[in-house]
């Protein structure tokens, strides 16, 4: 973990190019530092080159500039910390933490949320262990999850251990697999769904699928299992890419929504009678959230340089709700 105040010297005598004073700081300091923090350094004064502060980050260094950054000491978070927010640490150490986050938690505050959240209650749970995220005491947030979305994320405790994750998931190193309940059997069974997704043109807070622009979406999926005359499937998902609400829209998009899905599921879908009875359908067909979990997150410790891998099942410390679903597709003469 980083000291509360970090000092840091480089000497540029390398420089083939005039490189930005950010970038080239960013290359010597990746283990530590972001570039936005970095550039945030030097617009706050905490950046001399030769003796003289620096407060552009467009500085064009050169060979021979003797550098100099100081990491203050983190200023606390206006995040108010809330410990009435239950959290289900599945692994904790100095470095960073492994949640199971339940169905119905926002991961982040934002607008018309900026107390319920996954965020206040890791403030309130972590105190005094946490380092400055970007020059402030809080968590960091390395991927996210829907709100209606269960399962696995990990949540730094510093800047270096922010720093290492976030570049494990560009990288595609931070690994995640999904189990999706969806309506119909995706064909192929096993596949690969690969598009553009951009914000809906006129439902902002919504993704789709476009044909121009957007941002790449790449999805591995493969069928686990098909229930009531494939009216019905579990479905693994593995994503190369993190965008948002990226499952759910490119299955949408496929044709075969998630189960409980308001926001892209079917508008009416109708199961062939004979499979379930009145209660199981509906059940099945009043599902409160989208079917969605995250069900297993691989990395590589951002310190101890060892590859981590957590798992949470349905069949053994899900949440409540799919597991019921799964029981009664599999007709368990007790689901419930």
């Known amino acids: 973990m980083m000291n509360k105040i970090d000092k840091y010297f480089v000497e540029v005598n390398e420089c083939k190019t005039k490189d930005r004073i950010d970038k080239f700081l960013a290359d010597k300091l990746s283990e530590n530092l972001t570039r936005s923090r970095i550039q945030s350094l030097i617009v706050s004064g905490d950046v001399q080159v030769n003796d003289k502060i620096i407060t552009s ?25 809330s410990s ?42 972590c105190g005094d262990s946490l380092s400055g995220i970007g020059g402030v005491q809080r968590p960091g947030i390395v991927h996210r999850l829907d709100k209606n979305t269960s399962g696995l994320l990990v949540v730094a405790k510093h800047d270096k251990a922010h720093v290492s994750l976030s570049e494990q998931l560009q990288r595609r ?53 098909d229930y009531a005359d494939k009216q019905i499937s579990a479905v693994e998902c593995i994503l190369d890419t993190g965008r ?23 508008s009416h879908f109708n199961l062939k009678k004979g499979y379930f009875n ?38 053994e410390n899900g949440p409540d709700d799919l597991l019921c679903l799964q029981k009664i597709l599999n007709k368990n003469e007790t689901p419930c």
């Open 57 to 81: 980050a467009s500085y064009k260094v050169k060979n021979g500039d003797r550098i100099y950054l100081k990491v203050p000491e983190a200023v606390p978070t206006e995040i108010i910390a």
């Open 84 to 125: 009435e927010i239950s959290l289900n640490v599945v692994y904790e150490d100095d470095d960073l933490l492994v949640i199971d986050k339940q169905a119905g938690l926002t991961v982040h505050p934002g607008a018309g949320n900026h107390q319920d959240t996954m965020v206040n209650a890791l403030i309130a749970h």
């Open 173 to 225: 190193d931070l690994k995640r697999r999904y189990i999706a309940f969806v309506w119909g059997a995706p064909f192929p069974p096993v596949g690969v769904i690969e598009n553009h997704l951009d914000r809906h043109h006129k439902d902002r807070t919504k993704r789709t699928v476009v044909k121009n622009g957007g941002k790449l979406a790449i999805t591995h999926y493969k069928v686990l299992a």
């Open 244 to 266: 948002t609400h990226q499952i759910r829209v490119q299955f949408k998009h496929f044709r075969y929504p998630l189960i409980g899905d308001d926001t892209y599921g079917a």
């Open 278 to 315: 009145d209660e199981e359908e509906k059940f099945i067909t009043k599902f409160p959230r989208q079917a969605l979990h995250s069900k297993y997150i691989s990395f590589i410790h951002p310190v101890k340089n060892e590859r981590m891998d957590f798992e949470s099942n349905i069949d």
